[in-house]
């Protein structure tokens, strides 16, 4: 029937031609409407072009170019018509169209899919929409083999998964977990062959009822547990944090039990070491501090740290000397055992220090330590030319000791925490370890 109307219409422009009457613009625009509505989109646009500006002729014009070079293939040229007439008729639609066009020769599937489905049956669309419901879980299927072949399980168990149970995608997924699991029991017998053995054991876990794979980590815990004794036992300050950790990730009552211990043997003292750089408080030893003599603990500030060796300095001056010479301080039997040494604080100690300036205790100031505003001048036990020794002022500035002053002892200690362990605090002035 397109036929025959088509041959009806080329038969009348022909004798059209040939007529001795012209006809009118209005008769070669219906005539051009025709062609159009018939399926001729490219003898519409040659007739509508003759037209020139009559009526909307020239927007028909594009617009029926532009549906010619869709037929054509020519979606460049198409669009480009349609964007210069755009909303006139249906160039919207067949923009969508064009646009749906070219993602499906990109191949993406899934965004031309969506773009039929909102042109419904325009320009068969629905047809694609059809072919694209087909098209896409079979491309899927395809990408998924392809991974499988080369090894890649995870990313082609996915695709699988995603499909929903789609032709033969359940069994492949399968497939897929059965090769996981094959290659991650094969890594965790690895592991614990290499003696890893707590990887080995999260590995095997995470494997859940596979072939033997609760056995296998049973047994790299037994081993675990048993390394872990040893290594308790044997466990320093240096040591016991990493000791902690690995019985904390094993899990089981035995290890918890073990860290537990290490915990209440290091815990305080890992809490210093870990704070040592922001200069934690301690309190250690005594020493009379208000002006009836009354010995009580001293306040330290820690300045250093050496491996399992902490260095203090007092966070007063304690006493007045003549000379730069520490005093005898009292430490209990257990401090005694961990001090390495008392002495005063040398200009390398204090580097650390924003401000070397200190109070006085009552008792300092009672013993006429030299002092101004609540803060006291103190001894360095460096020695300079001549035997003198500096002293750091009241304003914390390093000086020599002027005539008929009356320095103080700024006592520093060096600690073993191999030796003496803290059981409370938290490091902060007002509730330092000890």
């Known amino acids: 029937m397109k036929k025959a109307l088509t041959l009806l219409l080329a038969l009348s422009l022909g004798l059209m031609a040939t007529a001795c009457v012209s006809r009118s613009n209005q008769q070669y625009y219906e005539q051009a409407q ?10 519409a646009a040659e007739l509508f072009s003759q037209l020139g500006e009559y009526a909307d002729s020239a927007d028909y014009a594009l617009y029926a170019t532009a ?23 249906s160039s919207e639609r067949y923009l969508m169209y064009i646009t749906a066009l070219e993602a499906e020769m990109a191949g993406e599937l899934e965004a031309a899919l969506s773009l039929y489905e909102q042109l419904g049956t325009f320009h068969n669309a ?48 399968a497939n897929c977990t059965t090769a996981l699991n094959r290659a991650a029991y094969t890594a965790a017998d690895e592991l614990c062959d290499a003696g890893d053995h707590l990887a080995a054991m999260q590995a095997f876990l995470a ?18 547990t048993a390394a872990l004794q040893e290594a308790s036992a044997a466990a320093t300050l240096d040591t016991a944090a990493d000791v902690i950790a690995a019985c904390e990730a094993i899990g089981d009552a035995e290890a918890e039990a073990m860290a537990a211990a290490l915990t209440e043997r290091f815990g305080v003292n890992l809490q210093l070491v870990a704070a040592a750089d922001s200069q934690p408080y301690v309190l250690l030893g005594e020493y009379p501090t208000g002006e009836s003599g009354v010995e009580s603990a001293l306040l330290w500030r820690v300045i250093r740290l050496d491996g399992a060796v902490v260095t203090l300095l007092c966070e007063s001056v304690i006493d007045a000397s003549p000379i730069a010479t520490p005093t005898d301080l009292t430490f209990t039997e257990g401090e005694q055992s961990a001090v390495t ?23 300092a100031v009672a013993q006429g330590v030299t002092h101004a505003e609540g803060r006291a001048v103190y001894w360095l036990r460096d020695s300079l030319e001549g035997g003198v020794h500096p002293v750091v002022t009241a304003s914390g500035n390093l000086t020599l000791p002027t005539d008929g002053a009356n320095p103080g002892v700024r ?9 003496y362990v803290f059981t409370a605090g938290d490091g902060s002035p007002e509730n330092p370890f000890r």
């Not at 494997?207 to 675990?224: F, K």
């Open 126 to 173: 629905h047809e694609a929409v059809d072919e694209l419901r087909t098209a896409i879980p079979e491309a899927v299927m395809r990408e998924g083999r392809a991974l499988m072949s080369k090894g890649e399980y995870a990313a082609a168990r996915e695709l699988f998964l995603s499909l929903d149970g789609y032709g033969q995608s359940a069994a492949l997924a």
């Open 67 to 89: 549906l010619a070079a869709l037929d054509a293939g020519d979606l460049t040229l198409a669009r480009a018509n349609l964007q210069a007439i755009a909303p006139f008729k």
């Open 341 to 363: 040494g008392v002495t005063l604080p040398s200009a390398a100690d204090l580097a650390s220090l924003t401000d070397l300036g200190t109070p006085a205790t009552p008792y």
């Open 411 to 419: 006592p520093v200690v060096t600690l073993s925490l191999e030796e």
């Open 207 to 224: 494997l859940g009822d596979v072939l033997d794979a609760p056995d296998r980590a049973q047994r790299c815990r037994a081993a675990l």
């Open 34 to 43: 025709l062609y159009l509505g018939s399926g001729d989109p490219a003898t």
